[in-house]
């Protein structure tokens, strides 16, 4: 399956409702992305907003992922038209959109993944079509292949959000706890009441438009696959930093208590 098939495939996945596993991928190594990819994840945000990596990093950690099942969702620095061509020319499968606020945010960031003249993508799609191997069926499938989601991470963004959901060819929504609650006046506050309460109701909202809905979530197992049956269907898991730091931490933990209780 070529790399444009299988987005296209994750995209019917996504509108049949399903629940999709992913992580958060920011450790700059392509080793760490393969080790991941291996594990079973469906999809992986691949962090380039905040994280270090860069262009040439991102197409190491792609290279390192062929083959792998799990789809490759990169979440560009900015919506920027030339940040999006490059993130898709090296690979991606799909985008994420940081702190978009308005329904032209989103149009614009659409117009960024597709060819004319639905769009204002430049042309040469190197890695993505296999170096022009596969030229034909990347260009024939693209533009309905890339996925777009945006991130809802603003209160502006909330009151745009019927204007944003209208918009067609968006793919998905993905719910920034943080920076949503940071710009409803309660600073590193996600759990406050109002926060949750506008959160459910952007769930609400994006079900009802029949558009994917992602959160960034944390917690225990439990906490986390709850918000399967709250309307959520993309969810993370964790992340590769979070991984290697709570297994050392365990098996640290339980040797020094063994050796504690044996030596």
């Not at 994420?96 to 639905?118: E, M």
């Not at 079900?207 to 959160?215: D, K, P």
């Amino acid at each position: 399956m070529t790399t444009i098939d299988h987005s296209l495939e994750f995209k019917q996945r996504m509108r049949a409702g399903e629940i999709l596993l992913g992580s958060w991928i920011d450790l700059v190594d392509p080793c760490a992305c393969e080790i991941m990819a291996q594990v079973g994840f469906d999809w992986f945000l691949i962090d380039t907003e905040h994280g270090p990596i860069d262009i040439s990093t991102l197409q190491n950690m792609l290279i390192a992922m062929r083959g792998s099942s799990t789809v490759p969702i990169v979440r560009v620095p900015w919506n920027d038209q030339v940040a999006i061509k490059r993130t898709l020319d090296v690979g991606a499968m799909g985008i994420i959109v940081p702190l978009v606020r308005t329904a032209q945010d989103v149009r614009d960031a659409i117009s960024y993944c597709r060819y004319p003249p639905a769009g204002v993508r430049g042309c040469s799609p190197r890695r993505a079509s296999n170096y022009f191997l596969d030229i034909d069926n990347y260009l024939a499938k693209a533009n309905d292949g890339i996925i777009v989601i945006v991130q809802i991470e603003h209160i502006e963004a909330v009151k745009n959000l019927d204007e944003i959901l209208a918009v067609p060819d968006l793919d998905g929504i993905f719910i920034g706890p943080a920076d949503l609650s940071n710009s409803m006046g309660y600073f590193n506050q996600p759990g406050a009441p109002e926060v949750q309460e506008t959160i459910v109701e952007v769930i609400r909202k994006g079900n009802e438009a029949g558009v994917c809905v992602g959160l960034a979530v944390g917690g225990t197992v439990e906490q986390i696959g709850s918000w399967a049956g709250k309307g959520v269907q993309l969810i993370p898991t964790g992340g590769d930093r979070r991984f290697m730091m709570n297994a050392a931490m365990q098996i640290l933990g339980g040797v020094k208590e063994y050796v504690k209780n044996h030596a």
